[in-house]
């Protein structure tokens, strides 16, 4: 099975952008789409979209949909989430999840290590 | 975007119990729920998909239920290793939003 390895941590400044990178490990996603899940700090789950990089479509939860874009690099199985405009909030788990359409029918699986973002002045 | 209400938000049980924890969608989802484990400092894993869908190589003891709007995720035998967060995701309409999580804690 594919898993997925994540960038490492960041630590940004308000205002700044931060951009994630998460890898397939055998360098190929296939048909696959990539989820982008957040979770802050003792909190919940929070799904924010969806990129399917060999047809390089996009589903952006509303939330999200003015600051975060999803790029892939297919020739590397590379997967990229870049949020702008950083504010405290932002702090948070970042984890890469794979489906296997770009509507998660069949869940989340499986997910990177997750990157730890944190914004702080 | 559709809400999911879990319950309860935390849970004390022992080695051996029998737990239900239950989640509720603020419209029909038909049979489109899945269900993940987390445990500290590590992803999610996905357990269920589809309401009652196995994922391969998740124990039988876990099992879901449920359509529409109702939704169960049943774990028979607790085992140490169960005691964790689990969070419900619908997977009917976009933005797929979580359920808040249960915390499963040992009693």
């Known amino acids: 099975q594919v898993q997925l390895v994540q960038s490492g941590a960041e630590v940004k400044k308000p205002g700044s952008s931060v951009k994630v990178s998460c890898k397939a490990s055998?360098?190929?996603?296939?048909?696959?789409?990539i989820n982008w899940v957040r979770q802050a700090p003792g909190q919940g789950l929070e799904w924010m979209g969806v990129i399917i990089p060999i047809f390089e479509t996009t589903n952006y939860a509303q939330n999200f949909q003015d600051r975060v874009t999803f790029t892939a690099d297919k020739s590397t199985g590379t997967a990229y989430m870049e949020l702008s405009s950083l504010r405290s909030e932002d702090t948070a788990i970042y984890y890469c999840a794979t489906s296997r359409r770009s509507v998660p029918l069949h869940g989340l699986d499986p997910w990177g290590q997750g990157t730890l973002v944190t914004v702080s002045s | 975007d559709i809400q999911m209400t879990q319950s309860p938000s935390s849970l004390s049980a022992s080695v051996g119990d029998r737990v239900v924890i239950t989640c509720r969608a603020s419209q029909s989802i038909s049979s489109f729920l899945n269900w993940y484990q987390q445990k500290p400092g590590k992803a999610p894993k996905l357990l269920l998909y589809a309401a009652s869908s196995l994922q391969s190589g998740v124990p039988s003891r876990f099992s879901g239920s449920g359509s529409g709007t109702d939704f169960t995720l049943t774990i028979n035998s607790l085992q140490p290793e169960d005691f964790a967060t689990y969070y419900c995701?619908?997977?009917?309409?976009?933005?797929?939003?979580f359920g808040r999580g249960t915390n499963l804690e040992i009693k």
């Open positions: 995701q619908q997977s009917h309409i976009s933005p797929y939003t």
């Open positions: 055998r360098g190929t996603f296939d048909a696959s789409a």
